[in-house]
């Protein structure tokens, strides 16, 4: 019993690659997010999908680009990966709407040299 | 301006002690507020959530406090345990709109033996 879990727990790459963050969940939760922390910031919602092939921004989302084709994964994309995307990247799950609990990944930690 | 402010931003605090944490919003119009425990180096993990109508909600040495009309939450560790060492992050949900979700930017709690 997995719950939610990211892949890869570490990345670095180099400027202008694109790189790709999974997200997997077992539960079958209909909302998803994804957020990026960041020192003196705290948490920041990039993106979220309420269901399959349905997604909308969140405070965040330049740069970023998301998919939903399977309920049970939700995949983030750095098209051309800047500098100043360097951070710690969560994915969430919640059953319910954005307001419901939410349960985090373990992270992953993106650096961009 | 940020919709969530916590403060202190952070403290020490001997093992056994007490302590609260104070979360201010401005957020609304106001649908819950969720208060999360996040361990170095993992994602976070709810701890209450509490609605417009609650003032008071535990979970075991964890007491969250409302007050919808100042816009004012706290939460109260008693009996501090080592274990406790970690960012408490202070989630305020609006009831409808755009981006429903407001951070606070975490207090950090460190105890010591």
């Known amino acids: 019993d997995a719950g939610i879990t990211q892949s890869p727990r570490y990345k670095i790459t180099e400027t202008g690659r694109q790189v790709t963050l999974m997200c997997h969940q077992t539960w079958s939760h209909s909302y998803m997010f994804w957020y990026r922390q960041d020192l003196g910031h705290g948490l920041r919602l990039i993106y979220y999908?309420?269901?399959?092939?349905?997604?909308d921004k969140g405070e965040v989302p330049d740069g970023y680009v998301v998919s939903r084709s399977k309920t049970e994964n939700f995949p983030l994309t750095l098209e051309s990966a800047t500098r100043s995307q360097t951070s710690v990247y969560f994915c969430?799950?919640?059953?319910?709407?954005?307001?419901?609990?939410?349960?985090f990944g373990p992270g992953t930690r993106l650096t961009v040299l | 301006k940020n919709q969530v402010e916590q403060s202190p931003q952070s403290l020490i605090i001997l093992e056994g002690k007490n302590c609260t944490l104070q979360c201010n919003y401005t957020v609304s119009p106001f649908s819950n507020l969720r208060w999360y425990k996040q361990d170095t180096g993992r994602g976070p993990v709810s701890l209450t959530i509490?609605?417009?109508?609650?003032n008071t909600k535990s979970n075991g040495r964890y007491t969250a406090t409302l007050d919808a009309d100042t816009k004012q939450s706290s939460l109260h560790i008693t009996a501090s345990q080592l274990s406790d060492s970690a960012s408490y992050i202070c989630v305020v949900s609006k009831s409808y709109g755009n981006n429903r979700l407001a951070f606070g930017k975490g207090n950090q709690v460190v105890v010591i033996p």
């Open positions: 999908s309420a269901a399959a092939d349905i997604t």
């Open positions: 969430a799950s919640s059953a319910s709407g954005v307001e419901n609990e939410q349960f």
């Open positions: 509490m609605t417009f109508s609650e």
